[in-house]
């Protein structure tokens, strides 16, 4: 073709449109995956071209998610980060190494929702192997936002998901209501409950930064497992992922994940807040007996004191916020297909990222 020079070196998929990028007959793995074109530098395409994959011939996909947040980046942002599973040298390019297996047929899919050309350049590797195992499972990843999140109840991350498998981790979003800026979003421990807990997590950490590695705050960063490439403490930005690969989380028949909605300021900053229609609800604080330092926990107590209050210290104080948080989750499953939603409309995925989020990007 074109006598040995360059052909066609990339796709452009319109407005509206679908390409097969991906389909293979007989067992295989996907191994690796490059990919690069428009929606490396266009930031309104990482949200609106959505990739799909569908394993074994099923109807409904195993993977479905804007892309951008696929390969590990959430809110149509790119940075520079490599961590063991997903990666962007330069931040304009997408790369994962997550192994892939199928026993009868594989197809990807990308669908432009934008409303300009996606050109898209990439390549796929796989291994062709005769069979595999029994025990094999499937790769899922499950998208969704909430544009105003409940204070008091947590995040879904990941919903009830039925059947036996292995929670990989998952890259997390968050856009902090204005109405809180200044202070701390990530005091909200995540949970996980496996096999049927449901009053008490199976597994549950200490705070957003803790789960991700670092401490005291949250800045940016990139390592194997987890990481922050993006934290704009000034706006209130923040994308960041965490990977249970050393840690293996293994499920036999139910797994749910969360992360609580929790912020920290003190009592001055919470009292203005307050005043500017914040809906906030104090749970926890730091205060002294002596010259010792004690702890609160106030939702456990009769009558707790109120910020209002001369004597309610201040100190630190965690307390129920309400932002916009968005996840991918990532896991696998002994089904070609799971049973959670499928992925919300562009309008869901999209909307107010113009206004709250693009006229920050580097």
């Given at each position: 073709?074109?006598?040995?020079?360059?052909?066609?070196?990339?796709?452009?998929?319109q407005?509206g449109?679908?390409?097969?990028?991906f389909?293979?007959?007989?067992a295989?793995?996907?191994?690796?995956?490059?990919?690069?074109?428009?929606?490396?530098?266009n930031?309104?395409?990482?949200?609106?071209?959505?990739?799909?994959?569908?394993?074994?011939?099923?109807?409904?996909?195993?993977?479905?998610?804007?892309?951008?947040?696929?390969?590990?980046?959430?809110?149509?942002?790119?940075?520079?980060f490599d961590?063991?599973?997903f990666?962007?040298?330069?931040?304009?390019?997408?790369?994962?190494?997550?192994?892939?297996?199928?026993?009868?047929?594989?197809?990807?899919?990308l669908?432009?929702?934008?409303?300009?050309?996606?050109?898209?350049?990439?390549?796929?590797?796989?291994?062709?192997?005769?069979?595999?195992?029994?025990?094999?499972?499937?790769?899922?990843?499950?998208?969704?936002?909430?544009?105003?999140?409940?204070?008091?109840?947590?995040?879904?991350?990941?919903?009830?998901?039925?059947?036996?498998?292995?929670y990989?981790?998952?890259?997390?979003?968050?856009?902090?209501?204005?109405?809180?800026?200044?202070?701390?979003?990530?005091?909200?421990?995540?949970?996980?409950?496996?096999?049927?807990?449901?009053?008490?997590?199976?597994?549950?950490g200490?705070?957003?930064?803790?789960?991700?590695?670092?401490?005291?705050?949250?800045?940016?960063?990139?390592?194997?497992y987890?990481?922050?490439?993006?934290?704009?403490?000034?706006?209130?930005?923040?994308?960041?992922?965490?990977?249970?690969?050393?840690?293996?989380?293994?499920?036999?028949?139910?797994?749910?994940?969360?992360?609580?909605?929790?912020?920290?300021?003190?009592?001055?900053?919470?009292?203005?807040?307050?005043e500017?229609?914040?809906?906030?609800?104090?749970?926890?604080?730091?205060?002294?007996?002596?010259?010792k330092?004690i702890?609160?926990?106030?939702?456990?107590?009769?009558?707790?004191?109120?910020?209002?209050?001369?004597?309610?210290?201040?100190?630190?104080?965690?307390?129920?916020?309400s932002?916009?948080v968005?996840?991918?989750?990532?896991?696998?499953?002994?089904?070609?297909?799971?049973?959670?939603?499928?992925?919300?409309?562009?309008?869901?995925?999209?909307?107010?990222?113009?206004?709250?989020?693009?006229p920050?990007?580097?």
């Amino acid at each position: 073709m074109n006598k040995g020079a360059k052909g066609n070196a990339f796709y452009i998929v319109q407005p509206g449109a679908s390409q097969t990028i991906f389909d293979v007959g007989g067992a295989g793995i996907i191994n690796r995956m490059w990919l690069s074109g428009t929606i490396g530098v266009n930031a309104r395409q990482r949200r609106a071209v959505r990739i799909d994959m569908f394993w074994d011939g099923a109807e409904k996909p195993a993977v479905s998610a804007p892309i951008g947040d696929f390969f590990g980046i959430g809110l149509g942002l790119s940075a520079k980060f490599d961590s063991e599973l997903f990666s962007s040298p330069e931040a304009r390019s997408f790369n994962f190494t997550v192994p892939m297996p199928f026993r009868e047929s594989a197809v990807i899919t990308l669908t432009n929702e934008s409303d300009e050309e996606a050109w898209i350049w990439y390549d796929i590797n796989y291994l062709q192997v005769e069979k595999l195992p029994d025990d094999v499972l499937y790769f899922h990843a499950y998208w969704n936002r909430d544009m105003k999140t409940t204070p008091g109840e947590d995040y879904v991350i990941l919903p009830t998901v039925e059947g036996r498998g292995r929670y990989i981790g998952t890259n997390i979003g968050v856009i902090g209501d204005s109405v809180y800026r200044g202070t701390w979003f990530g005091e909200g421990e995540v949970k996980i409950f496996l096999d049927g807990d449901k009053d008490l997590p199976t597994l549950v950490g200490t705070g957003t930064e803790d789960y991700i590695g670092t401490g005291w705050g949250q800045g940016e960063f990139a390592s194997r497992y987890f990481g922050s490439p993006v934290a704009d403490k000034n706006h209130d930005i923040y994308a960041f992922y965490r990977y249970h690969l050393q840690d293996p989380v293994y499920f036999h028949s139910a797994c749910k994940v969360t992360i609580q909605q929790m912020g920290n300021a003190d009592k001055i900053k919470i009292a203005e807040m307050r005043e500017n229609g914040a809906d906030i609800t104090p749970v926890w604080f730091l205060g002294n007996d002596g010259n010792k330092t004690i702890h609160r926990r106030l939702l456990d107590e009769e009558n707790p004191p109120q910020v209002e209050d001369d004597d309610f210290p201040v100190t630190s104080t965690n307390f129920y916020r309400s932002d916009d948080v968005s996840a991918t989750a990532y896991f696998y499953l002994d089904k070609r297909e799971n049973n959670l939603p499928e992925l919300p409309g562009l309008n869901i995925r999209t909307k107010d990222l113009h206004e709250r989020v693009f006229p920050y990007l580097k």
